[in-house]
């Protein structure tokens, strides 16, 4: 069976520090992979998604990047972190053509 | 632009009473549409979905229907259970190979025995 990895559950980091959150998935090739936000009081955002190795699509302009370097890793990164990159992170992956996504159990950002 | 509007929350019900979490959408096109549940400390994962109009939804008691004429996607379940509480997102799906799904703001059901 398929499963997703997300890592870590929380994390509190000062401004102006690097990010690094890690996703992966398991069970499954291929796999289509996003990172959405979730902050307070506000729906999911998409931030990023991938249809393949090294295939990134940026949704919204941020002070976030997103890289896969393996099939089924992807990676949110910061050089930089800022107040407003607060929030709920969640990764998710699906087939391709599939509609339905399957999601982690999220990472809570907070930027001090 | 494509978008979810749906009904803040929270909401607050007694067990065993009826629900009803609205939401509308705005889309080009025929999206598909769903609800997503996220239960205390969870990820998102997937409720009932619907992909053309008329369509019902149905899981664990919940059901939505897929009316083009309101542009509507409202959840319903006739009896509620503690259990039941968790954040609940509407969500359409815009068409392509990316899967890309927008997603309301959720709302938070408490559900109170």
């Known amino acids: 069976s398929q499963t997703i990895h997300q890592w870590p559950a929380t994390l509190v980091q000062p401004v102006g520090s690097p990010l690094s959150l890690e996703c992966t998935v398991e069970?499954?090739?291929?796999?289509?992979l996003y990172w959405y936000r979730q902050a307070a009081g506000r729906g999911l955002q998409l931030l990023f998604y991938?249809?393949?190795?090294?295939?990134i699509s940026s949704e919204v302009p941020q002070n976030l990047s997103a890289s896969r370097p393996q099939d089924r890793q992807f990676i949110l990164s910061s050089k930089k972190l800022l107040l407003s990159d607060s929030g709920f992170y969640l990764c998710?992956?699906?087939?391709?053509?599939?509609?339905?996504?399957?999601f982690g159990s999220g990472t809570q950002l907070s930027v001090l | 632009g494509n978008s979810v509007t749906q009904m803040e929350g929270p909401v607050t019900l007694s067990e065993e009473a009826f629900l009803t979490i609205n939401c509308t959408y705005t889309a080009t096109g025929y999206p598909s549409l769903f609800w997503y549940v996220q239960y205390p400390g969870e990820g998102l994962q997937l409720l009932l979905k619907a992909t053309k109009a008329d369509d019902k939804g149905s899981n664990k008691g919940f059901e939505a229907t897929y009316r083009k004429e309101t542009t509507s996607f409202h959840l319903e379940k006739g009896s509620v259970q503690v259990s039941d509480s968790a954040v609940y997102f509407c969500a359409l799906r815009i068409g392509g190979a990316t899967n890309k799904l927008i997603f309301g703001t959720g709302t938070l059901l408490a559900v109170q025995p």
């Open positions: 069970g499954t090739s291929n796999p289509n």
């Open positions: 998710a992956w699906s087939g391709s053509g599939a509609e339905k996504l399957f």
């Open positions: 991938s249809v393949g190795i090294g295939q």
